[in-house]
């Protein structure tokens, strides 16, 4: 099983070097993981949407005889501007201040955090919400975003582009806090933005595999197989997907009743989430019908031990829980975290366990490698994902399938 492991993440960390939503990796991705299943015998569901695929060739902005180093937002539209460069770091004075047309440097108390796509519905705080429809009303010509590190919002990049988000039609770059302090500087002056980014229509696939024989009853494993643009996305979320198709060959012979289906989720790093939301309207009213989610992410990372966190389990599957967890010392019980696709079933209601590393958990707030180019394979060690699938097993055989 190790092997096969390595050879899978070989496919979709180096034979495939990216897996953005609607981007070709992306649709290679989804190809692969129907062609495995496939020999296992699973009835594959495959539904196909709408998606942006993204690029840029490169970003400059200029004021007088000074560059700035600027990285153009993921899925924004691209811009030629020259304009009179004003600035706002907080919500009152964005609300003051006349920028239409303008170059607009946001800084301060409105970065510190990445603003949620203006669709998304998961999570969207209003002081978010407040800020884009604020931009969307003042309509500057560009926005420049000086952002720092939020490691829990944004991964471990730096900086970070504030807005990411194919719904937004405002286009905006990002820079550093540092060079966003020296462009302060040059508040009141005229400045060429150049942002050579286009929006690509493309579609993308979200799959659902099953085996069993009723439909009231189903255990959902998932794993989100996109991952963020100029990232190998190794434990996001590549070792995730291979936990499912691990479990698609160690579950090849089962013809039980309980339904289990392997969700390879298309959209969690993705502004509109369209796989997730894919399955919320399949899935309408239904969400009785599960007896618990299983999310992996995050995890095979080299270092500690795998983590399983419980949530809202009952004392009997709890039990069962404990058993498996008690069983091996490679893994086990982790605090609560929600930032994962288990979110969506308890949500509704369905209790869950969330599957990563150690390391994550510890660092959540403070790594600096997922959403990077450092998540890539050389950081997953292929035996703990074997675990994983391997307690996975155990744990649903025990509690659901006997």
Request: aromatic residues 10%; charged residues 25%; glycine residues 8%.
């Amino acid at each position: 099983m190790t092997q096969k492991c390595e050879a899978y993440l070989n496919k979709l960390c180096r034979e495939i070097p990216q897996r953005p939503v609607g981007s070709k990796g992306n649709q290679q991705a989804s190809a692969f993981f129907k062609e495995i299943v496939k020999k296992y015998d699973w009835k594959i569901e495959s539904t196909p949407f709408p998606a942006m695929d993204w690029i840029v060739d490169r970003a400059e902005l200029q004021i007088g005889s000074n560059d700035f180093q600027v990285y153009a937002s993921p899925y924004s539209l691209g811009c030629s501007l020259e304009a009179e460069l004003a600035e706002a770091g907080t919500l009152k004075e964005l609300e003051k201040i006349d920028v239409s047309g303008k170059l607009l440097l946001l800084h301060g108390e409105l970065t510190c955090e990445q603003l949620m796509p203006k669709n998304f519905v998961f999570y969207n705080p209003k002081d978010h919400q407040q800020i884009i429809t604020l931009l969307e009303e003042k309509k500057p010509g560009a926005i420049l975003s000086a952002t720092g590190r939020n490691a829990s919002l944004a991964g471990g990049v730096y900086p970070f582009p504030l807005i990411e988000d194919g719904d937004f039609q405002i286009p905006s770059v990002y820079l550093t806090e540092e060079e966003g302090q020296e462009l302060l500087m040059k508040v009141g002056q005229v400045g060429k933005l150049t942002s050579n980014a286009s929006r690509i229509q493309t579609e993308g696939l979200n799959l659902v595999v099953r085996k069993g024989q009723d439909h009231t009853r189903r255990i959902a494993i998932s794993a989100h197989i996109d991952a963020k643009i100029d990232t190998p996305g190794a434990i996001d979320n590549a070792t995730g997907v291979i936990v499912l198709l691990l479990l698609a060959e160690k579950l090849r012979d089962y013809q039980g009743k309980v339904m289990i289906e392997l969700l390879p989720f298309n959209g969690e790093d993705y502004y509109a989430a369209s796989g997730q939301m894919i399955y919320l309207e399949q899935n309408r009213d239904r969400f009785d019908e599960f007896l618990i989610n299983i999310n992996i992410d995050g995890a095979g990372f080299h270092q500690g031990p795998s983590v399983f966190s419980p949530f809202n389990l009952s004392e009997d599957i709890y039990n069962r829980f404990s058993e498996v967890i008690d069983s091996t010392e490679k893994i086990q019980e982790g605090g609560p975290w929600y930032q994962g696709d288990h979110s969506i079933f308890l949500q509704q209601g369905v209790p869950a366990i969330a599957v990563t590393s150690q390391w994550f958990l510890e660092n959540i707030d403070k790594q600096e490698i997922t959403h990077t180019p450092k998540d890539q394979a050389g950081i997953v060690d292929c035996d703990k994902l074997v675990d994983i699938a391997d307690s996975i097993f155990e744990f649903i055989s025990k509690a659901y399938l006997d």
